[in-house]
């Protein structure tokens, strides 16, 4: 009997000193399941970069169909541009927070199949002592305690030992769970990180290729504006020759004028009482108005008068009744039509199709002199009207009724 309870004694040394050795190795090793920390997801910014960029295309998509939006057609291309790059930026960034995220998921997953497999060492261990032992080792060890105290202290300490066993077989199945759950995470990294650089990829031929397109839109948009501010220097420049001729004309008038013997001169047919009266030479809407204009070019040109918009074609009246003074190509006004009204009064008449008088022709109020044509390649078919009271540009439309 002495040498059973000395052969136990030593058993439960045995035990013990396994004990200790487990309860070192989880407590101290042991390691929470490292939560997944929610991903950056910049999806949201490049959504919102993206549908920055679509709006930026469909406003280009309406800028090509006019011709003096040039600037405003370089601006959007540089905006598109920015917009491209700031789109790879963007999904720069997301691949570096994805690789972060795979490499912090990674290192957890070493952790957790490290301490798996010690975990599941010693729980082969233990099954293997439990099972050598058989059920009743337990009883044993109870039944050979010397006194009621030493029997609560055995009891108690293969209480500790079933709840270590207990919460070993709980750690290696969260392990095996937590193993999972991350492989599983990588799996879905890599993947975000495989179409974030197709995207990238993607985003970078599209910036190259908006680059290319955009260096072929400067020429052609320098080209054009070239084109535009060659035409604005020759409109000036037909503004003040036109300015010339009247002045020849007046100086013509006054000199006939006084001449001895002259006929005095008849009274103007444009009157301040028709101010706001006259009827309109040709109906349509107004496409430029008199005054001063700022094109999108930043070029300013200044309009003598206003421009009419009709068809092609369309019958030109006379507001006044006078004298056919010019009619022939005057430059940038097209084919034009000057009727002196009398003591230094004008209306001209440009961008006409066709003119119905010539030169000293005589012409009554409302009498048909011309058509509506096209002289401006930036512009519809359209009459440009001015009235010129002692030879100096005023609006037209304070001559003209109201309404029509």
């Not at 004694?9 to 487990?22: E, G, K, N």
């Not at 031929?205 to 504006?225: F, N, Y």
């Not at 440009?384 to 439309?397: K, S, T």
């Amino acid at each position: 009997m002495t040498a059973r309870l000395g052969r136990t004694a030593a058993s439960m040394a045995r035990l013990a000193c396994i004990l200790f050795a487990f309860a070192a190795t989880p407590a101290g090793a042991q390691q929470p399941p490292v939560s997944q920390q929610e991903r950056p997801k910049p999806r949201e910014e490049l959504d919102r970069i993206r549908r920055e960029r679509a709006e930026l295309e469909r406003k280009a998509r309406e800028l090509k169909s006019t011709v003096h939006n040039l600037s405003e057609e370089r601006t959007n291309l540089d905006r598109q541009a920015d917009a491209t790059a700031r789109v790879v930026v963007t999904l720069d960034r997301q691949i570096l927070s994805i690789s972060d995220e795979a490499a912090d998921a990674t290192t957890n997953l070493v952790q957790a199949q490290d301490e798996l497999a010690v975990k599941r060492a010693i729980l082969r261990y233990r099954v293997r002592e439990i099972y050598k032992r058989g059920g009743m080792f337990t009883l044993e060890a109870m039944l050979s305690a010397n006194s009621f105290g030493e029997l609560l202290a055995r009891y108690k300490y293969l209480h500790l030992v079933a709840v270590r066993d207990r919460t070993l077989v709980t750690r290696v199945t969260a392990l095996g769970e937590q193993i999972g759950t991350q492989r599983q995470t990588l799996v879905k990294l890599r993947n975000d990180a495989e179409q974030s650089r197709q995207e990238k990829a993607d985003e970078e031929r599209r910036l190259r290729a908006l680059e290319q397109q955009r260096g072929r839109s400067m020429v052609q948009a320098e080209s054009q504006q070239q084109q535009v501010e060659a035409r604005l220097a020759q409109i000036a420049k037909d503004e003040a020759r036109l300015t010339s001729v009247l002045a020849a004309l007046e100086d013509a008038r006054r000199r006939a004028e006084a001449r001895p013997g002259a006929t005095p001169p008849a009274a103007s047919s444009l009157r301040t009482s028709d101010l706001g009266k006259l009827d309109w030479p040709v109906d349509g809407t107004v496409l430029y108005r008199f005054g001063r204009v700022v094109n999108p070019n930043n070029a300013t040109l200044r309009w003598n008068g206003i421009g009419i918009g009709a068809a092609a074609g369309t019958p030109v009246k006379a507001v006044s009744a006078g004298t056919v003074e010019y009619a022939e190509r005057f430059g940038t006004y097209g084919l034009m039509v000057i009727v002196d009204h009398g003591s230094g009064d004008y209306s001209l008449y440009g961008s006409l199709g066709k003119a119905n008088v010539a030169k000293n022709a005589k012409v009554t109020k409302g009498q048909i002199i011309g058509t509506v044509g096209t002289s401006d390649p930036d512009l519809a078919a359209h009459l440009h009207f001015e009235i010129r009271p002692n030879g100096r540009a005023v609006d037209p439309l304070g001559w003209l009724r109201a309404n029509r």
